[in-house]
């Protein structure tokens, strides 16, 4: 593979900011370069610098005067829940019932797995994600179809097949021995060929047994190098039913702690309805609480108290949670959070919300080394957006007179219109499968 210089305005960052005003916590270049070898980052920093570096004959990807930035990374959605995004009028438990559940039992068809997965990853480069971490469904086929479609666009990707034993369609059941062994198997198949990372994925309490919990436990024994994801404290009516169901547990979190499920690379999606104690033992445990604010509005589960994971020193990541989640776009998803936190009277600054999309969110997968920041010996997955996409960001540009501004405005007025380009490993992926997609069309319309 031949060297590539990609050009533009470089943002990229090195640490959390500490303020809206915080020069540096990031690195800047008005005219940069990031020279791509052999799908790594070879050389960032200013053009002229960089160029030298390059050496003459390499080829060159001007993307000014747009911005060049690491790849966008999204810690929590539902590949199968894809086609049932907008679902009307419900709340979480009769919306797991009425609309997911139905979906999800088509997943038992490959060809149908196939076809979601590769329009799900599509979805994501469109909206500039590069990297996520899914949830496929009960049926080891989907888990077959979501990592190879993510191998065929050499995306780094993140899911597991859902343990499910009780609580959901027979049809969606497996039993604790079926979910082991079948995960085992996923393991063995998946975990760390090329770029993929297997999630061990109890869905949650309510749908998995003592049981299977105990296999749960034995699985991340086995596995310590998986991730595991589950979810926690969406709902008030989620939590009441859950406890009630493991009575001898203190609260929703001492579930997951009984059955040794909170490590560093556990993901519990939602986590708004915590104590401060349960807060606690997230923090003890190194588990990361994920905030997924459009799917917390759209079902009207409540809003993410970030200030109290802070002050009680827990981590947490931001996701888009499709398919509760309204949209794909992490930017949309950003704009979203913004107004959860405002309402708390929390300030999100763009500096913050960039850095949570990117290496915040790299840092809560444990995977900073390879994504979420542009550096030498990094995977070279990067995102190019376009601030004037659309004709009232290009008005609201004229006056935009900082960094920060047009970051604000990109977090609160954009979405994938904005998504000038990607890069997956090197390799630019949106106007090619655009122009791909637009050819396809074409050639129905004449056929």
Request: aromatic share 8%; hydrophobic share 40%; proline share 3%.
């Amino acid at each position: 593979m031949s060297d590539l210089l990609i050009r533009g305005r470089v943002l990229t960052f090195v640490s959390e900011p500490q303020g809206i005003d915080d020069g540096d916590s990031y690195r800047f270049y008005e005219d940069g370069a990031v020279l791509v070898r052999n799908g790594k980052i070879a050389g960032v920093g200013s053009y002229g610098d960089v160029a030298r570096q390059a050496g003459q004959g390499v080829r060159i990807a001007d993307h000014r005067p747009h911005l060049v930035m690491p790849g966008l990374i999204d810690t929590h959605l539902h590949f199968p829940q894809t086609q049932a995004i907008a679902s009307y009028g419900a709340q979480l438990l009769e919306w797991l019932n009425t609309y997911i559940f139905v979906e999800e039992q088509k997943f038992e068809l490959s060809e149908h797995a196939a076809f979601i997965a590769g329009r799900f990853m599509d979805e994501l480069i469109s909206n500039g994600t590069t990297s996520a971490v899914a949830y496929c469904s009960v049926h080891p086929e989907s888990v077959d179809a979501f990592f190879t479609a993510a191998e065929e666009r050499n995306m780094l990707m993140i899911g597991g097949k859902v343990l499910m034993d009780r609580n959901a369609p027979e049809a969606l059941r497996d039993t604790p021995q079926r979910g082991y062994d079948e995960t085992k198997r996923l393991i063995a198949s998946w975990h760390g060929r090329g770029r993929a990372h297997y999630a061990i994925s109890p869905r949650f309490a309510i749908t998995s047994t003592p049981e299977q919990m105990e296999m749960s436990r034995a699985l991340v024994a086995e596995h310590p190098d998986c991730y595991v994801q589950t979810h926690l404290s969406e709902n008030r009516d989620e939590i009441a039913f859950a406890t009630s169901l493991y009575p001898q547990a203190r609260d929703y979190t001492d579930i997951y702690a009984r059955y040794s499920l909170l490590g560093r690379k556990t993901l519990l999606g939602h986590c708004i309805h915590l104590s401060d104690g349960e807060l606690s033992v997230l923090a003890d445990t190194g588990a990361v609480g994920v905030f997924c604010p459009t799917s917390n509005l759209f079902l009207g589960s409540g809003l993410f108290d970030r200030d109290r994971f802070d002050k009680l020193g827990a981590r947490h990541s931001v996701a888009t949670d499709v398919g509760a989640g309204t949209s794909f776009s992490m930017l949309e998803t950003m704009g979203e959070a913004y107004k959860v936190l405002h309402l708390q009277g929390q300030r999100l600054s763009p500096l913050n919300s960039f850095y949570m999309m990117t290496l915040g969110n790299a840092r809560a997968l444990e995977l900073e080394h390879r994504i979420g920041s542009l550096h030498i010996g990094a995977d070279a997955d990067i995102v190019v957006l376009d601030s004037r996409a659309k004709s009232a960001m290009e008005l609201r540009m004229q006056v935009a007179s900082s960094l920060a501004e047009e970051l604000f405005i990109l977090q609160t007025m954009g979405d994938d219109r904005c998504v000038a380009e990607v890069y997956v490993a090197g390799c630019a992926m949106k106007r090619r499968r655009e122009t791909v997609g637009a050819h396809q069309a074409n050639e129905l319309e004449m056929s």
